[in-house]
């Protein structure tokens, strides 16, 4: 089987990732008159794992298809800079234009906000997003730097070294808390995404019959137990990061003929990812009153997930295509 079939759900599960994050971003619309949806809509926030799960898996069958090697580092995070960086830059244009015309609040803080967002530099300077969803991209960023270093090993043909590759990158989790727990943002770092990524990893070693069902099953068990102890016990945080991971891996696995119309929505999902934060802020700046009733909030909170798919649709056609072929057009071999 080829990739196309075998990966020819993912467009579906990258729809409801990115449709459940943008449902948790506008539930605030919702909360005073429907307060019950709001223990429901809040799952949306896991939408991010799910995303890491698909990515991993996408990007290991990337790697495997175009026969990477460590001297094709340099192509490779090339490749990935040119997908996903033009689409980044220009939402976040968008966000400037937003506070300028929007809310003109267009300040030194936002502009400061919006070159440190650009260039990656949160982290490191303390200061802030300027939408607090690109944290996500730049674990995104350390996770393609760790992944162009350990694929090799994580995808070895031979066990040993494969398995042992495993292990350390599970046991890596765990240098977090130890090392940096005064870390502002606990989540900024790739430490405590690792398992998640592992998840999707393997699912690409299982998809490619790299390896068989036994050792898929007991290394993925082994990932979700390294979830299970740092997010549930180590942080305290529950089991929702575990629950979303796990289960966007299921249905990557069993659900092979998933609604078509999500197909849709799941190719323009990056850019619904960048640019669903400014439909919602801008929609409900000019129309403030609107959501001030019960009809009201439901009716805002429907027409702004219709205007996000469209906006979306075209910055897709107008920026992310355009940024995907560039990306496509560097090759780790070169042709004859």
Request: some cysteine; hydrophobic content about 55%.
């Amino acid at each position: 089987m080829d990739q196309n079939n075998k990966l020819a759900n993912l467009d579906a599960f990258r729809a409801i990732a990115c449709w459940a994050v943008c449902l948790y971003h506008a539930a605030f619309i919702l909360s005073i008159y429907y307060p019950a949806l709001m223990p429901v809509l809040d799952w949306g926030q896991e939408g991010v794992y799910a995303f890491f799960v698909i990515s991993a898996l996408v990007l290991s069958w990337s790697m495997a298809q175009g026969n990477y090697q460590w001297p094709n580092f340099g192509k490779f995070l090339m490749k990935r800079l040119i997908r996903l960086y033009p689409p980044l830059i220009v939402s976040i244009l968008l966000w400037l234009a937003y506070f300028q015309m929007g809310n003109g609040s267009l300040t030194k803080e936002v502009i400061n906000a919006a070159i440190d967002s650009t260039f990656m530099l949160v982290p490191f300077k303390g200061s802030h997003w300027i939408n607090n969803l690109y944290w996500t991209i730049f674990v995104l960023f350390e996770f393609y730097i760790f992944q162009a270093l350990a694929y090799p090993l994580l995808a070895n043909s031979k066990a040993w070294i494969r398995r042992l590759a495993l292990v350390i990158t599970l046991s890596l989790t765990f240098v977090q808390p130890l090392f940096l727990s005064d870390f502002k943002d606990i989540k900024i770092l790739l430490f405590f995404h690792l398992p998640i990524f592992s998840m999707g990893h393997l699912l690409f070693l299982y998809l490619k019959k790299i390896i068989g069902a036994t050792e898929f099953i007991i290394e993925f068990l082994l990932a979700m137990l390294a979830c299970a102890i740092l997010t549930g016990y180590v942080y305290g945080m529950g089991y929702h990061i575990l629950i979303a991971a796990t289960l966007t891996c299921l249905g990557i696995l069993f659900v092979k003929s998933p609604p078509n119309w999500l197909s849709f929505i799941g190719k323009i999902s990056y850019s619904f990812y960048l640019v669903h934060g400014v439909v919602i802020y801008t929609t409900i700046y000019y129309l403030p009153n609107f959501k001030e009733s019960t009809s009201g909030s439901l009716i805002t909170f429907l027409l702004i997930q219709a205007i996000a798919i469209f906006v979306s649709w075209l910055f897709y056609l107008a920026v992310e295509k355009p940024s995907s072929g560039w990306g496509k057009k560097i090759n780790y071999v070169k042709k004859d």
